[in-house]
């Protein structure tokens, strides 16, 4: 009985796999990378260096994640592929390279331009079973502290640095914090933000076998623009101004090339 | 799907069909070899709802209780590795003979002796809450250890350290297998079993719930009655049902002024100031055990509490309003009157409860 069962479950999954397997069902599906490419203005952006915001303060970052989730891309036909819910939450962390290229398979093949995602965790996802939320998403797996435990909910960005213009009392760190899905009961602060970016007259080509590479330039200038200074908002975390700050921090996303 | 499988998929399967064949006759010989390993699929425990109750809010379908998931949630709930230094565990701040509050204590008492600004709440019925903390900010019961264990006064922990904690011990092992069918110690796992105990934990069984549900024939003395009748009116218009809580958050007056610029309860997670003050109505089942009382412990006694409601409301601009109906802002009682609703009061207790041998540590 047992080892029907088992085969039963070995067939199953082994089906599975084939069907779902890129490069066994050629011209039907494929994949595509979306790099994301954390910079500051022109130059690629590196934890401790220092570097100059639109407001003329010195800083520079000890830390960036944020949850990138709900991708959706679009065909020049106008015609949209969703990346299906329990695969589609990633969190870049900029010291760890390898979760800024996000990978997303089984996608219909077609000439792509357009991207469309939500910069932090939809409310249906933030108030789900735990057993639903394992990974990137485990609210007990402070993936460095993406959790706020006392007020349940993701911190959607977390970006922390040095910069003279913060109080020295506590030692020239600022941070924010930002999350805030909308309220369980009662309505709060609602910081999904979602970005549209179009690559223009760029194409990604996706197709079976070829795997085309998404270059998106993540501006931590545009953070600060117009008008957030390091002096005056040194700590933002789970608090209405950090509505203005979404606001800013959508903005970063930028369409930087396509390698087909 | 199937529809599409090409040549090369086909092929895949008739390799995957070997290799399973393969796969399934080394299972064979494992199944023989270990044959009195076998899992055993752990025992299902079905909770007892009582009567009186609302109904049920946490989800049990999604985290089915049985008899080994709530050993190892108790293991859990003792356990002092789930704070940064080994010192202090869920028990040590929620002590059963005090209807699991921490006794001696208006505000948390965590590691390293630091202080927090709150009473701690006391541990029961937790299956029939929506939320959860004085301020409701967790709403999910799977998600309150996570309150504790990450707070820098009390636990100052992480559940990926504890977890590291738990692997090197065999006993874990043995439970997490035995309530989850694997070895594998995962954070789900550890917060679900945590959930089974915790579920578990009913207080359903005071001298008001065998009256009120007309069980082994007990009733009420003259004073208690009048105590029930004063509270209906009185009192039953937030702490309502017979969880005695409406679970809804309000200001009942006990902040001053002050107060508030240090704890603005519901606000913090709101950050409307409409609700500034506002703290979750709490329970009043086994209330004689939870002294001190109100989210900052400042009232030692029931008669506090009673002085309190009658003189001591302060009206700031959030204060509910019941509490001003009346000519002053509070609720005005006699002396008798207060006597009786605390007689009332007492007959929530449950010596049933914070006795429960299957709840306490040894």
Redesign the interface.
């Known amino acids: 009985m047992k080892t029907i069962y088992l085969i039963n479950i070995i067939l199953l999954s082994f089906l599975m796999m084939s069907c779902s397997d890129d490069d066994v069902t050629p011209g039907e599906k494929g994949s595509i990378v979306i790099e994301f490419d954390n910079r500051v203005g022109n130059t690629n952006l590196e934890l401790y260096k220092d570097y100059i915001n639109t407001n003329g303060e010195t800083f520079n970052l000890t830390k960036l994640h944020y949850y990138i989730s709900n991708i959706e891309l679009r065909d020049i036909n106008g015609k949209a592929f969703k990346v299906p819910q329990d695969s589609s939450y990633f969190l870049i962390l900029e010291d760890d390279p390898e979760s800024q290229k996000v990978r997303i398979n089984n996608i219909p093949s077609g000439s792509y331009n357009e991207v469309t995602f939500t910069i932090g965790v939809d409310s249906l996802r933030s108030t789900m079973d735990i057993s639903k939320r394992t990974g990137v998403l485990d609210p007990a797996q402070p993936q460095d502290g993406m959790y706020w435990s006392w007020n349940s909910g993701y911190i959607f960005f977390k970006m922390e640095g040095i910069s003279p213009s913060a109080p020295a009392d506590q030692e020239n760190k600022f941070y924010y914090h930002i999350g805030g899905f909308g309220g369980y009961n009662s309505p709060t602060l609602n910081n999904i933000r979602k970005a549209t970016i179009s690559m223009g007259s760029a194409r990604a080509e996706v197709k079976s076998g070829k795997v085309p590479q998404l270059h998106l330039h993540v501006d931590i200038l545009q953070f600060f623009t117009p008008s957030i200074t390091i002096a005056e908002h040194p700590n933002v975390m789970f608090a209405d101004f950090s509505k203005t700050i979404s606001a800013n921090y959508v903005n970063m996303f930028k369409y930087d090339h396509v390698h087909n | 799907?199937?529809m599409?499988?090409?040549k090369?998929?086909m092929q895949?399967?008739v390799n995957?069909?070997l290799?399973?064949l393969f796969?399934?006759c080394l299972?064979?010989t494992q199944?023989e070899q270990n044959e009195e390993d076998v899992i055993k699929d752990p025992a299902p425990v079905r909770i007892d709802l009582p009567s009186n109750f609302p109904p049920v809010v946490y989800?049990l379908g999604?985290?089915p209780v049985t008899q080994e998931g709530i050993e190892l949630g108790k293991k859990i709930f003792y356990d002092t590795r789930l704070s940064r230094n080994n010192t202090i565990s869920c028990g040590f701040c929620h002590q059963q003979q005090t209807a699991f509050t921490h006794h001696g204590h208006d505000v948390s008492h965590g590691i390293d002796d630091k202080l927090g600004r709150r009473n701690s709440l006391p541990i029961q019925n937790l299956l029939f809450y929506?939320?959860f903390?004085w301020d409701?900010?967790?709403?999910?019961l799977?998600?309150v250890a996570?309150?504790a264990?990450?707070?820098a006064v009390e636990m100052d922990e992480?559940?990926?350290h504890i977890l590291a904690k738990l692997e090197n011990d065999a006993a874990y092992k043995k439970m997490f297998k035995a309530a989850f069918k694997s070895e594998e110690i995962?954070?789900?796992k550890?917060?679900?079993a945590l959930s089974q105990f915790l579920a578990t934990m009913i207080s359903a069984n005071s001298t008001y719930d065998m009256y009120i549900r007309k069980e082994r024939g007990v009733t009420l003395s003259e004073s208690e009655l009048k105590g029930l009748e004063l509270f209906k009116q009185k009192c039953a218009g937030c702490h309502a049902t017979d969880l005695f809580t409406d679970q809804t958050y309000r200001n009942n007056g006990f902040s001053s002024p002050a107060d508030l610029g240090r704890d603005s309860g519901?606000e913090?997670?709101?950050?409307?100031p409409e609700?500034r003050g506002k703290f979750k109505v709490p329970s009043l089942r086994n209330v004689e055990y939870t002294a001190p009382y109100m989210h900052n412990g400042k009232l030692q006694t029931l008669e506090e509490v009673l002085n309190f409601y009658s003189s001591g409301v302060h009206e700031t601009p959030t204060l509910d309003s019941l509490l001003r109906s009346e000519e002053k802002p509070g609720i005005q009682l006699t002396a008798t009157e207060k006597q009786n609703i605390i007689a009332f009061l007492k007959t929530l207790t449950d010596e049933q409860y914070v006795g429960d041998r299957k709840f306490s540590e040894f």
Do not use: W
């Open positions: 799907m199937i599409y499988i090409t090369r998929a895949v399967m995957s069909l290799t399973m796969i399934s299972a064979c199944d989800d999604s985290n929506k939320t903390f409701g900010g967790v709403h999910n799977d998600l996570l309150n264990i990450t707070n992480n559940v990926p995962t954070s789900t550890f917060l679900q519901r913090e997670i709101t950050l409307n609700d």
